[in-house]
């Protein structure tokens, strides 16, 4: 089982940037493929960005490629997504989800609110 806490949201100016953290314990964080989502008001929950256990593959969707990037610090147990050029599009609750390398079995966070906003 594997414990997942996001921290490093709030209130941030159009233009701005922001790095989302996302630790982890409980279980071998290095077996698990790290992901992060988002939810806007009225919106379904969109995944982000992966990045695979060792970090060698990340994707992201269409619209925050070029000004999001994930990363993983396996030693640290702790996922990343550093958030360029925010625009209020971005403005959502974040979330991080840890999936299991073997068995798929998926681990969320509480959420972390960004508000992008002038």
């Known amino acids: 089982q594997v414990r997942v806490v996001e921290s490093g949201g709030g209130l941030v100016q159009p233009g701005g940037s922001l790095r989302l953290s996302c630790a982890a314990s409980?279980?071998?964080?290095?077996?698990?493929?790290m992901r992060w989502y988002r939810q806007a008001p009225g919106k379904e929950r969109e995944l982000v960005a992966t990045i695979t256990v060792f970090g060698g593959t990340t994707n992201y969707v269409d619209a925050v490629k070029g000004r999001f990037t994930i990363s993983r610090d396996n030693a640290k147990n702790t996922a990343y997504v550093h958030m360029d050029s925010l625009t209020p599009e971005d403005t959502a609750v974040y979330y991080c989800?840890?999936?299991?390398?073997?068995?798929?079995?998926?681990?969320w966070g509480q959420g972390i609110q960004v508000t992008v906003s002038s």
């Open positions: 989800n840890a999936v299991e390398l073997t068995t798929s079995f998926t681990y």
């Open positions: 409980g279980s071998d964080f290095s077996l698990h493929h």
